[in-house]
Every structure is written in structure tokens, then in C-alpha cells.
């Protein structure tokens, strides 16, 4: 991945989260090998023109959606995370969250 633009990483990192998972900004710019650029994560994904793209999969460090409450993008990630099985109540994911490190994901 290393001869990808910090873009292309990003991308490509939120390709691989798995159907019905999800991570937060700062853990999609650590496995994309740039620690600390949750907000680049969050740049890449606003300029996003890929409509396969699983952006819905990204959520905040706390397990809430991003986008302002009952906002149309925001009513979009909810459907499209509970299409996958993601129980969403107010705007937070339920029985899992967006893990801040990967040693919490794997080990809790």
C-alpha cells in the first residue's frame, strides 16, 4: 500500500471493513498507515465519487453517526448500516463500535 497517494490508502482501507462492521475515522488513517489523520479521513470521504464505496461503514470514535442528526446523509447511513445488519438506535451503533485502536477490536 505503501506506493498509493494517502487518498488511494484511505479508499482503499474502507473497501476492506467487512459487511455489517464498521470502524472510526481514526482507525480507517491507522490501518491506511497514517496515525492521527482522522480528519484527512473524513476529507477523502466528503470528496468521495464512488457510489460502491462502503462510506456508510465509518463512523465516529464513539459508535455515532457523523452527519448532523435526521439529515438526509445521516437517515442514508442508518438504512444503509442497518441493511447489513447493524443495529442502529438514535444515531449509534449497537453490539459493536468503532473500535479507536485496532488491539481494542481484536481484544475488547
Known sequence: MADLS???RILATIRAIPRGQVA???EVARRAGLPGRARLVARV?????DAGLPWHRV???D???AFPENSR???EQARRLRAEGVIVEKGRVRGQRAAA???EQVWG
Open 73 to 75: 446523509a445521516w437517515r
Open 101 to 103: 485502536t485496532l488491539d
Open 59 to 61: 463512523l465516529r470514535s
Open 63 to 65: 459508535g455515532r453517526i
Open 6 to 8: 494517502a487518498a488511494e
Open 45 to 49: 470521504l466528503s470528496e468521495n465519487q
Open 24 to 26: 472510526g475515522y481514526g
